[in-house]
């Protein structure tokens, strides 16, 4: 699995929108883009995911850069209960395997 | 629809003594996994299953066995407790990836599991 680098930390405030970055610049063609939150202490959560095409859901939003090396993760609204941490994963599929590997993730603090 | 739950929610442990946490899951996923996640860091992978009777090693597998004897059911074992074992443990279970289907994975809240 390709290797994610994301800010340690970053601060947001309420009602604005929280860019969250992460670098991939070793992804594979048949690698997708996963992002993940952990609130607290909690199990994490599953937010987005894609391939090459931006994608959006009910919860965020995901840009993945032409070259895929690199995606930002944005949440339009940031409220107080998006406080959390947050993964950038890169997932493969071999067809007999595929496993989730995290990093440190980015702390995400939103205040009011 | 419980999702995945896993059993005990908190243990304790002496050195030396052995466990079986137990994860279960109620989504028909083919995919199970077990993590850990100590103070700070990110989550860790120590084994995983990818259908029933099936079962193989991720990062960190050293200490812990695992069984997949049902589907529905992921078991991790510590055969001789360390102090070093002390962590959060998820498991989480997904479909069979395939093409763009949607394959997330879904966790359980977790196991607090001290080693002392």
């Known amino acids: 699995d390709a290797k994610t680098t994301q800010p340690t930390s970053m601060d947001c405030a309420e009602g604005r929108a929280a860019n969250l970055p992460c670098n991939h610049s070793?992804?594979?063609?048949?690698?997708?883009v996963y992002w993940y939150r952990q609130i607290h202490s909690q199990g994490p959560q599953y937010i987005i995911h894609?391939?090459?095409n931006n994608e959006t859901n009910e919860m965020a939003s995901l840009i993945i850069t032409e070259d895929r090396k690199s995606s930002t993760l944005i949440l339009p609204h940031a409220t107080l209960r998006d406080t959390a941490v947050y993964y950038c994963?890169?997932?493969?599929?071999?067809?007999?395997?595929?496993?989730?590997?995290f990093g440190t993730g980015t702390r995400l603090q939103v205040t009011l | 629809n419980a999702g995945v739950t896993q059993t005990p929610k908190f243990r304790v442990l002496k050195t030396g003594q052995s466990m079986t946490l137990l994860c279960a899951q109620d989504?028909?996923?083919?995919?199970m996994y077990w993590y850990r996640q100590d103070p700070g860091m990110g989550l860790r992978l120590i084994h995983y299953?990818?259908?029933?009777?099936?079962?193989a090693k991720g990062e960190v597998p050293d200490g812990y066995n695992v069984s997949r004897l049902k589907k529905q059911n992921f078991l991790l074992g510590l055969e001789s407790a360390a102090p070093s074992q002390t962590s959060v443990y998820f498991c989480?279970?997904?479909?069979?990836?395939?093409?763009?289907?949607?394959?997330?994975?879904?966790f359980g809240q977790g196991t607090r599991l001290t080693v002392v």
């Open positions: 989480a279970s997904s479909f069979f990836p395939s093409g763009y289907r949607d394959t997330e994975a879904f």
């Open positions: 070793t992804i594979s063609g048949n690698e997708y």
């Open positions: 894609g391939l090459k």
């Open positions: 994963i890169v997932r493969s599929y071999t067809g007999t395997a595929s496993k989730l590997t």
């Open positions: 989504m028909n996923h083919e995919y």
């Open positions: 299953s990818v259908g029933e009777g099936t079962t």
